[in-house]
């Protein structure tokens, strides 16, 4: 019984990404590159007008997202 809940709190644990706008861990979002996106961040980020201000904060986190490098 103990390890069942063992192994299900690591599996959440291990599961969490830190997510690039928030920077917190969050289980679900979307991949952009390398990156994590949390679910809520991305709703926030798409449903945001671009005159909010808070806008301009999620143009600033997302500057972290560098393109991968392609080596041929």
């Known amino acids: 019984m103990e390890v069942e809940g063992l192994n299900s709190f690591l ?19 979307i991949h952009l590159y390398k990156s994590f996106i949390c679910i809520e961040c991305e709703r926030d980020l798409i449903q945001t007008d671009t005159t909010d201000p808070k806008y301009k904060y999620f143009l600033q986190q997302l500057k972290k997202i560098t393109t991968p ?3 041929s």
Do not use: T
């Open 11 to 29: 599996a959440q644990h291990y599961s969490e990404e830190a997510c690039v706008i928030c920077e917190d861990l969050k289980p679900k979002g």
């Open 69 to 71: 490098e392609i080596f």
